[in-house]
């Protein structure tokens, strides 16, 4: 069979590209280029596309339809970027893929200790020799009670390796898991807003969901609160969280995700003006850690999204369960 590969890493997925194209009888096709309505004239001839973080919007999924693509994959877990709708319309399919949810599980914990023990401002002040102990004082996890949004597979490993630090742990999902209970008490999230020292993010961006976080929620906080999200930068109001900043409601936040950010991250935008105002009102916060959606960079996760997107798109054309199927 024959996939295209858009948005193609050389200096990370190239060898996992080959490698299982090679493992799995695939033609494989690709561009380094991100798609668009000018480069869609080379998926013709390809039934099977794989995309990562770009926009796919009704036009552009119109056009893949009439050029003969029946299916669209793309190797992230989450798929907010692509029109399902219009796929629906369509009669397109798309798939997302899972990584091994180590990866952001470790950068969640990561945000959470530099967030509490504010390394930030300590890596700031070291670089200039500043070595002064006034306004860097933290705090100790085994004393904070922790809220984590979302029981997926990456919520459940937070929660896992969030046992070991002694924290009280809530947990908040519509479909509750046996594994969490057995580390950490459901709840609403009235409850979250009311108890919890720290609030981590882990949940598919949804209509139900956006905003989230908004300024309703941070007033229901516990004042010094602690935001962590590693999910999607539309569940958290962006406007909301500055003036919760400011107003010292929220305590410090870490942000692997922000946003809008589509277009912007794993491109080098040093020499550009970037027309994203609330990103530089973030990263202006002592508070406040922001890092460019880097939560499932590892080599492992690389090895997996390719994979599981070449064998969603095997899976569909051999007429088999597909596990990681949207539409």
Sequence with gaps: MKIFAYSYREFDEA???????????VELGYTTDDPTMENAYLAEGYEYLSIITTKIDGELMQKFHDLGVKMISTRTIGYDHVDIAEARRLGMHVSNVFYSPECVADYTVMLMLMSIRKMKRIMQREEINDFSLPGIQGREMPDLTVGVLGTG???RSVIRDLTGFGCRIYACDKYESEEVKAHAQ??????IYRECDLITLHMPLLDDNFHLINAEAFSRMKDGVVIINTARGGLIDTKALIDALESGKVGAAGLDVIEDEFGMYYYDRKSD???????????GFPNVTVTPHMAFYTDQAVSDMVKHSMLSCIYREEGKEDPWAVV
């Design 15 to 25: 060898e996992y590209f080959q490698k299982f194209a090679e493992q799995f009888g």
């Design 186 to 191: 459901y709840a609403d999230l009235e409850t």
């Design 273 to 283: 003006i970037l027309s994203k105002r609330d990103l530089y009102i973030l990263r």
């Design 153 to 155: 597979r990456i919520g």
